[in-house]
């Protein structure tokens, strides 16, 4: 990431604005959505400000009308979606009742925008400084060929991007995500908005990658005195971030305050439940005491969970089940032609993992952490070193013995809505690992489906139905029951929650460790979420291009990361940067 | 800063604060294929599509529910009636030949059906294995099948069909003139395939599927087929009516069938002599085969719509 070094000028002038009156005012805001099965209501009676200079966020899971809202205020909203009450002043003026032309003259100058994707929101076939003189020009910021140029180099380097000038020629495609994201950023403040909105800006990008982008925005912003609206599913980083977090739930507020205040002394259940779900705030009090009183109807408490989990797996901890020694897998891309070139994916990687204990591989993408994964589940040939799982070399099995190892170790992948047959009905699915290794008879199989929905906690009347009716949560679920079917020693979790919300992810998580306990189970927990790592996991490896760079106990690790990696990691959490001395 | 942002709690009554993530069954399965009907279902054109499909294949299969006349038979034909009008009993009046055209078109109806089902199914035997086959198993599979299918691609399937005809002139029959044109059209219907399935192996229940312990051919039967097949199916339906069409101009040529099979084309082709004076023995037939083919087309382009989910969740 040494493209991604910040070499930051700023020569905006900033805003002189009455601090007292507010930019934004919100008010009674209805946003509904028409369908084919009528009028969606997604956002129902919002209200707020927001004051110059000021950075507010807005905190939901999907679904919540966060980004709907967002959009709302640049009257942005999709074709089948209206603004059907209440009202948005822009610097005291109603957007309802500004035309085309003026509204266009609202967007650049007053609010500019971050969009979430850094990956689709260039255009792959023009230039980057195409892209940005583009914006330029419509934001009528300078005139003339010479003129617009040197101001584009000009946006490219507040963004970031050293050799402005060169890159300007580049295409997207030759841009890593984070310096996509700088350059949307770039423009996005082109025109040195009052307001700027970002919408998950950084939920693509990797972790590392995702706190110099933040520590970008906050940058520029702070020295521009221009309000951020940071628009967020992470309750720890929005607290680290802005000054005031709004909640919504279901196209509602439900709290809202300075961000101290909803973190410390939570006061609606809903609030409450998601600060206790959310990892990258429960990874913050697991080393500090958790707090046993105050607990409501359904919270699941990430951090407790957590605690009773490592207690049971230190107790009942058993020998090496799975085994990797020296593994190496080395791909060879095609160049053109006859060329082709070697990448070395994953390096000479050695660890234990032991029974009933949880074992972590973190790292960010391309570290080589899947393919790790997917040569311990036995979908990818290792290039060489040796495999071991309960005795058996996976490396060197076939046929017969590969299908008997296999019945001992099983994968939940990461999308939920990719892992399941969609033809299948769930009893079926659940049933296939059972039907393939010709477990027990049809009678007893049913049976054994229904007993695994309900370990899961999923109703049995749902075996008959098809994935399309499930939600990605109980999706994941019955990826879970699958992989359980055949009883396996060993669960590959590639990413298993990281596509799930905030309160769903928490309860695969509890149900996960349950499970652990329960059954005894042996997971490998591939993530790029150390706050995840954290809440589940006994022992982390830390992988940066290929190479296990540290690896040891959880707790130490976190403790005391002996690697500058680990540490940038580390300090990527949101909210590590928070005082929890309440 | 504590007067412009107040701390502010919702009234907890007000919010929903039912348990996470609880399944929600709604009352009536749903299914790729129940979806597909219900969707199918709401649409007038196909009834209608789908009436004239019912009738054409009730005529090829009891004819003799829908005429008295057996146009086979030697004494069918009444010269007399030479290009007759209609009259009683002989509603679309006569052929040159005094035969009756309705009851010519009846019978033919069967030979156009037949030729349409027996070149779709050689279609889609050789078309989806070879497609499925080379999309799962890429590298040198891949490559292979694919440069064969290339090269039927290349050939103008009706070309090729044409010169099959030709060369095989003394076996002029229904079996000879499907083989002929299905044995030449599946590279199009394998390249579809080979795409959906290259799009479907790279799903997670694939990968679920191996690591579960299937074996590859398993994994393609049972997995990446189901979900690659839809496509071809609507494709299927469209080379129906291509392949009717086909085969009524190989006849009209006549290289297709021999003129003592009744089709469509035959018909044509033998009215096309006096269609200067009595067109009505041309149009009738003519007529018959658009409707047909406008039927599965209608159809083939409806199931193509209903069984894509994106393209419903657009309309």
């Known amino acids: ?582 | 800063m504590s007067d412009k942002n107040p701390h502010y709690v919702a009234p907890i009554e007000e919010s929903d604060q039912t348990e996470i993530d609880q399944v929600k069954l709604s009352e009536r399965k749903s299914t790729l294929w129940l979806d597909a009907w219900r969707d199918l279902r709401r649409r007038p054109l196909f009834y209608v599509a789908l009436v004239i499909v019912i009738f054409i294949v009730a005529m090829s299969v009891f004819p003799s529910w829908f005429t008295d006349i057996d146009p086979y038979a030697t004494d069918s034909a009444d010269l007399s009636k030479s290009n007759g009008p209609a009259e009683p009993g002989h509603p679309l009046g006569f052929t040159r030949q005094g035969q009756d055209i309705w009851a010519r078109i009846v019978y033919g109806a069967s030979t156009s059906l037949s030729v349409g089902l027996i070149t779709v199914a050689i279609t889609a035997i050789l078309g989806v294995p070879m497609g499925a086959i080379a999309g799962f198993f890429g590298g040198w599979v891949d490559s292979l099948l694919s440069r064969i299918g290339d090269i039927f691609f290349s050939l103008p399937y009706f070309l090729a069909a044409v010169v099959v005809m030709t060369v095989l002139s003394d076996y002029r029959n229904v079996w000879v003139i499907s083989v002929a044109i299905g044995g030449f059209a599946w590279a199009t219907l394998a390249r579809i395939v080979r795409a959906e399935v290259l799009q479907v192996k790279q799903q997670e229940y694939v990968q679920a599927s191996t690591s579960l312990g299937r074996s590859r051919m398993g994994t393609l039967i049972n997995h990446v087929l189901p979900n690659s097949i839809t496509p071809a199916i609507a494709y299927l339906t469209l080379a129906l009516g291509a392949a009717i069409v086909a085969e009524a101009t190989l006849s009209f040529l006549g290289i297709g069938l021999p003129n003592s099979i009744m089709s469509w084309g035959n018909e044509i082709s033998q009215a096309s002599i006096t269609v200067r004076t009595d067109p009505l023995p041309l149009i009738y037939p003519s007529l018959a085969l658009i409707i047909t083919v406008l039927a599965f087309t209608i159809l083939g382009e409806l199931l193509r719509d209903a069984l894509d989910p994106k393209a419903r969740a657009r309309r």
């Open chain 1, 1 to 582: 990431m040494t493209t991604d070094v910040i070499t930051t000028s700023i020569d905006e002038q900033p805003h002189e604005l009455d601090p007292n009156k507010p930019l934004v005012q919100v008010k009674d805001l209805e946003v509904s959505f028409r369908t084919q099965g009528g009028d969606v209501h997604a956002v129902r009676g919002v209200n707020f400000d927001i004051y110059p200079g000021e950075t507010v966020a807005i905190v939901g899971e999907s679904g919540s009308g966060k980004s709907t809202t967002a959009t709302a205020l640049m009257n942005l909203l999709p074709g089948n979606g209206r603004i059907s009450g209440g009202q948005v002043l822009i610097e005291d003026k109603d957007i309802s009742k500004l035309g085309q032309r003026q509204m266009a003259a609202v967007r650049g100058h007053v609010i500019g925008y971050v969009p979430q994707d850094p990956m689709s929101n260039l255009n792959p076939v023009w230039s980057v400084g195409f892209q940005v003189r583009e914006a330029i020009k419509a934001n009528g910021l300078a005139k003339g060929r010479k003129e617009v140029e040197a101001r584009a180099i000009e946006v490219l380097q507040q963004a970031g991007l050293s050799d402005a000038e060169r890159r300007m020629k580049q295409f997207p495609h030759q841009f890593s995500g984070g310096m996509r994201q700088r350059v949307l950023i770039g423009i996005g403040l082109g025109a040195n908005p009052k307001l700027l909105i970002a919408d998950e800006p950084t939920s693509a990008l990797d972790v590392t990658v995702q706190k110099t982008i933040l520590d970008h925005i906050e940058n520029l912003t702070r020295a521009r005195n221009t309000a951020v609206l940071l628009i967020t599913h992470d309750l720890g980083l929005a607290a680290e971030r802005a000054s005031k977090v709004i909640v919504m739930h279901q196209g509602k507020i439900v709290e809202a305050g300075p961000s101290r205040a909803i973190l410390t002394d939570p006061q609606h259940p809903y609030t409450r439940r998601l600060l206790a779900a959310a990892p990258s705030i429960a990874s913050q009090r697991i080393g500090a005491t958790v707090s046993e009183d105050a607990k409501d109807e359904g919270v699941i408490e990430l951090a407790s969970i957590a605690k009773d989990r490592h207690e049971e797996a230190e107790a009942h901890a058993g020998g090496a089940v799975v085994k990797v020694e020296d593994l190496t897998k080395v791909f060879s891309i095609r160049r053109g032609g006859f060329k082709s070139e070697d990448l070395t994916a994953v390096d000479n990687v050695s660890f234990e993992v032991h029974k009933g204990t949880t074992m972590a591989l973190v790292g960010e993408s391309g570290s080589g952490k899947t393919t790790v994964a997917r040569m311990i589940l036995g979908l990818e040939t290792p290039t060489s070193g040796e495999i071991t799982v309960g005795g058996t070399r996976l490396d060197k099995a076939q046929g017969k013995e590969l299908f008997d190892v296999r019945r001992r170790m099983q994968p939940v992948f990461q999308d939920p809505y990719a892992s399941l047959d969609p033809q299948r009905s769930i009893g079926a699915i659940i049933g296939e690992p059972l039907k393939v290794h010709k477990v027990g008879d049809a009678k007893s199989r049913t049976a054994r489906v229904e007993e695994l929905l309900d370990q899961v906690s999923l109703p049995g009347a749902i075996a008959h139905r098809y994935p399309n009716e499930l939600s990605g949560g109980q999706r994941q679920r019955v990826a879970i029951a699958r992989a359980l079917a055949l009883k396996p020693e060993v669960v590959v979790l590639d990413e298993a929650v990281s596509a799930l919300d905030v309160l769903v992810q928490a309860q695969v998580l509890q149900l996960l460790a349950d499970l652990q306990t329960e059954l005894g189970l042996t997971y490998l927990f591939i993530t790029h979420d150390l706050a995840v790592v954290r809440v589940i996991a006994d022992e982390v490896a830390v992988m940066e291009q290929g190479k296990i760079v540290e690896a040891g106990a959880t707790d130490e690790v976190f403790a005391n990361p002996q690697q500058a990696y680990t540490q940038r990691l580390l300090d990527a959490i949101p909210g590590s940067g928070l005082d929890w001395a309440v």
